[in-house]
Structures are given as C-alpha cells and as structure tokens.
C-alpha cells in the first residue's frame, strides 16, 4: 500500500513536469488572423482548415483574450516506443536515442578518434548549464586552412527528437568514410561541416539527464528558442522576446564563423521549408533555395515509401505560404548573415519511435551529404595573398545582395545557382566591376584576385613575369600586369588556343618594373573577338611567360 501511494505520488509529479507550462492545442483555422496569432502562440503546423499550436503560461492568458474556441491536445505521457541508452549508438546500431552522458560521451569520442578531422567546440550552455556542442569536421584539420563553412543544426524544439540522431550518425559517417570513400574526401578537403546536434538540450533532457521522454518545445524559460532571434528589418513589429542563452550563444557563434548554408532540422511533419518565413514577399535567390529544396526532397522520396515527403510542392514550400513565423531562426540566419537556411521537417511524428530511426536515416542519407555538396556551386576567392581585402561582394544580378566580407577571413564563397552574375567587388576607396561571371554546374568560379607584386618580386634582379589577368573570364575588359626586372624590348601578344596571334599589346622598349596593361577582346583591326580562351604572351630576349585570359561574350 505504501508503495502504491508512492508510486501514485510519482505518477502525479511527473505528469505535472510532463504538463510544465507549455500546452498544445488546436483551433480552427477559419476567421484567425494568423499574422498576428504567430506572435501571440507558438505554431507549430496549419492544415487546411486547423492550426496546432504551443503556449507558455503568458501566451496561454494573451491567446484565451480571443475567445478563439481550442481543442487541448493531451500528450503521450509515456512512448513505449522511446528508447533510450548509456552507450555507445554504433554499439546498438543506431536505433536507440542517447542519454545526456551517452551524447557528450559521443561527441567527444569523434575529437578523441580523429584529431586531425574533428574538433567539438563549446557553443555556449543552456539556462540549466547543459553543453551546446558543435563538432567541426573537415580534412587537414590541424593546418587550419580557411575553408567555406556549412552548419547543420537540430532539435531546437527539444521534443522533435530524430535529428539529433540523424546528427550523430552523419558525424560518424564522414569521419570514418574519409579514406574508404573518394566523395567524402573530396567534401571535406574543400569544406568545413560544422554540426550542432542539440541546440535546445533542457527541452530534449526537460525531465532528466536520462530520457527524452517529457521532452518539451520550449526551453527551460518556457521560450520557443525558434521564435526568438531577431527579425530582419522587412518585419513591420519585430518581436521583443527577451532572448535567451541558447539564442544569445548561437547568435554569437554565427557572428565567429563564415556559414553560407545551413539547415535548422525539426519533426512533426516532412518538408523543406525555406525563406522567407517572416514576408510574404519573395527571397531574391527563391530559385535557388527551390532547386536546393527540391533536389534535398526528391532525393528522399526517391529512397522512402510514396507517402514521405509528399505534402505541399513535392515536399518543399515557402515558409510563408504555409504560415507566418517571426523570431525564427531561419531568417536570423539568411537576412543577417547571409547564410542561406532551410528548414528541414524529418518525421510526421515528432518524436519518432526509435525502432524506426534506421529507417529514416535511410530515406535521408543521401539527402544529408548531398545537400552539403551544393556550397561547390557558386562564386570564391582567395584574398589572403592580397594587400587589401575588400569590404563586401555585390551580385547585382541578385537584387539587394550584397556579402561583407570578413577581414579575418580571407576566403570568400557565395552558393550560387547556375548562370550569369554581374558582380561588383567593393574596396573602401574603389569599386571592381566583373561583368558575365559564370556559374557552372557542380563547379566554383574563382573571382580572381588581383596579384600585386610586392617589393621583393620588383627588386630581384632577374625576374620576368605576367600576373594572372583580371578579371578571369572576363567581359568587355581585363587587366593584368609585367613585371621585368631589366629593361629592354618586350614583345607582348594575345594568341587564340590555336596559336595563331590575335592582337599585340606592345612592341617596344619598357623600364625595369611593373607595367599594367589591359586587353579590351578586341584583334589587330578592332574587332571584336568571339567567347573563348586566349593566351596572353610576354618576351623579352629569350624568355617567355605566359597567362590565360577566358573571354565570355
Ligand atoms: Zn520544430
């Protein structure tokens, strides 16, 4: 009887812990304003004709002022179907979720295991002290090479549980596939892959260190942390939210590191949810975010049954059109660090059975690496040989966009669809204009940099040499520039890939130094001269340097 009354006693306290302050309900959809309802409630989804919703004690009072009739959703209180384990997940093949101890455990034995691929950084700590851990993979890590950084990001919302597994295992996979798979190399030769597998851990370990069971939303302030970052200016009233430790932590994470793409993961339904959430007018680069959605999409439909990911377009929508959200991070992140995320729904359900982990991972594997593989589209530049690093990259063909570029990092890199960019490179006191540079498919387009010779190079008594021309491809003009060490009579000429010379850009005697010259696309008589690629001479005596210019009419 004693034990009994115990056990009635304990029942009670954890359904009030399971209950906290957060509840879930669901309204009619029908005459709400959802606009301004998003700032009130935490949405959670909208279906045709009803919306689910979460609120803290202080949404809950704000939301019953609109005698909005509502449906108190009751949640499980104990899934049977929530494993959880102290070791090792490659020691229970990935299907079971880890305990606090068994995912710190994890992370560190990435760093331990391969040092010179992984390195788990401290984010910041959440209200109740727990780790916010990322771990950084990428090849030659111990050179520390400045590369183009991506993020991936999950279980902001602590009881949207199957990501952070997904997280795990992908951490795993790249680091123990490095020398078996040419792929992977190739990935994490040229990127650096920041992964986040918790960002909300006292919503995930809301009723101890040992279970997700009880998990919640919110964190442990009742705050949804995916409603609590800043909006961009677009937003007419944006949201005051006292933000939060985890959100103050990844903001200035974010600020440290160079991100171009990243993806905020959740459950509780299947999608690829991308910018912007908080407008409903359009994200200049929509056409990219599309294709990345959908190729993200269609890949896991392809390797899932015909039901997964089959909502909205083929399983991709703007954020938007399904509903408004503000204080999301999704747009933090894209308006403010010009880092394109995505938000990316893994499973109806949002805590998904661990017994079906397996299954999951498998509709989404490929997605997850393949996704990474779009930052090796677009736009980079190398700026750490140059005296002056430029203020920001404008892609006029994008409207409004425009990348500052960070001082401290010499590499610069923009994800960019295939096609043609006008491109403005901005120094402090002049400006670069780059006309029809091209994006191939699968490649990255080198916005060459212009190569000043330094003092060095002009005093040595024996040097001769062309710098690279800029731009590079080009169109209507690039420039480049000699360097000679002695004077004397140089033969400068612009030959076609076949040999055969195109035009002369000098004939005669030139001083010891650096000249500058420049090539307009035209030939000897004037003409205009078709799209290709043309080889720039310099002679002098015997000695002959040469540079490839691309011209794309
Ligand atoms: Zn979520």
Redesign the pocket.
């Known amino acids: 009887m004693k034990i009994n009354l115990f056990l009635i006693a304990s029942l009670f306290l954890i359904n009030s812990h399971l209950n906290a302050d957060i509840r879930q309900f669901k309204f009619s959809r029908t005459n709400t304003d959802l606009n301004e309802l998003t700032r009130i409630v935490s949405i959670?989804a909208v279906e045709e004709d009803s919306v689910t919703a979460f609120a803290n004690e202080e949404e809950w009072k704000t939301f019953l002022s609109f005698y909005i009739p509502y449906r108190i959703i009751i949640p499980v209180k104990y899934p049977k179907s929530i494993e959880m384990t102290d070791d090792d997940l490659r020691h229970v093949n990935w299907s079971k979720y880890p305990t606090y101890q068994a995912y710190l455990d994890m992370m560190a034995s990435f760093e331990r295991d391969f040092p010179l691929m992984c390195r788990i950084d401290t984010i910041g700590y959440s209200v109740r002290g727990k780790l916010l851990l990322a771990a950084c993979i990428t090849g030659d890590l111990e050179k520390n090479s400045q590369k183009p950084e991506f993020f991936y990001t999950a279980q902001?919302?602590g009881d949207?549980t199957a990501a952070s597994v997904f997280m795990l295992r992908l951490i795993d996979t790249l680091l123990s596939s490095y020398d078996k798979s040419e792929d992977i190399q190739k990935l994490l030769n040229e990127i650096q892959i920041w992964i986040n597998p918790i960002s909300n851990p006292d919503g995930a370990y809301y009723l101890n260190d040992s279970t997700f069971i009880g998990s919640i939303?919110y964190n442990a302030n009742s705050f949804d942390l995916?409603r609590n970052y800043p909006d961009p200016p677009h937003v007419s009233q944006p949201n005051t939210h006292i933000r939060q430790p985890e959100t103050l932590a990844m903001m200035a994470f974010a600020s440290q590191r160079n991100f171009r793409m990243s993806v905020n993961f959740?459950?509780?339904t299947e999608c690829v949810n991308y910018p912007w959430d908080s407008t409903p007018a359009r994200h200049p680069e929509t056409l990219w975010f599309e294709t990345v959605s959908h190729e993200y999409a269609d890949t896991a439909r392809f390797y899932s049954p015909l039901t997964y990911m089959s909502n909205f377009n083929r399983g991709i929508t703007n954020g938007w059109d399904w509903y408004p959200v503000f204080g999301g991070r999704q747009d933090y992140m894209t308006y403010f660090h010009n880092c394109k995320e995505v938000t990316i729904?893994l499973s109806d359900q949002k805590m998904l059975p661990s017994s079906e982990l397996k299954t999951y991972w498998e509709y989404n594997k490929r997605s997850l690496l393949n996704y990474i593989k779009n930052m090796e589209q677009g736009i980079t530049a190398d700026w750490s040989q140059n005296q002056i690093i430029p203020d920001s990259v404008e892609i006029v063909t994008i409207s409004g966009l425009m990348i500052p570029v960070r001082k401290n990092h010499a590499i610069f890199h923009y994800p960019l669809n295939v096609g043609f960019y006008d491109i403005y490179i901005h120094y402090e006191d002049s400006t670069d204009s780059l006309k029809s540079i091209e994006v191939c498919k699968n490649q990255l387009t080198n916005l060459t940099p212009r190569v000043s010779f330094t003092d060095k190079d002009v005093l040595h008594p024996d040097n001769f040499c062309l710098s690279p021309v800029y731009p590079n491809p080009f169109n209507p003009e690039t420039q480049f520039s000699l360097l000679c060490s002695s004077p004397g009579i140089i033969q400068l000429n612009v030959f076609n890939i076949q040999g055969k010379l195109v035009t002369r850009l000098n004939t005669g005697f030139l001083d010891a130094g650096e000249h500058y010259f420049s090539w307009d696309g035209k030939d000897k008589n004037g003409k205009g001269v078709s799209s290709g690629v043309y080889i720039i001479q310099a002679q002098q005596s015997k000695r002959t340097v040469r540079q490839k210019a691309v011209l794309i009419r």
């Open positions: 959670d902001i919302h949207e939303r995916n959740h459950g509780g729904e």
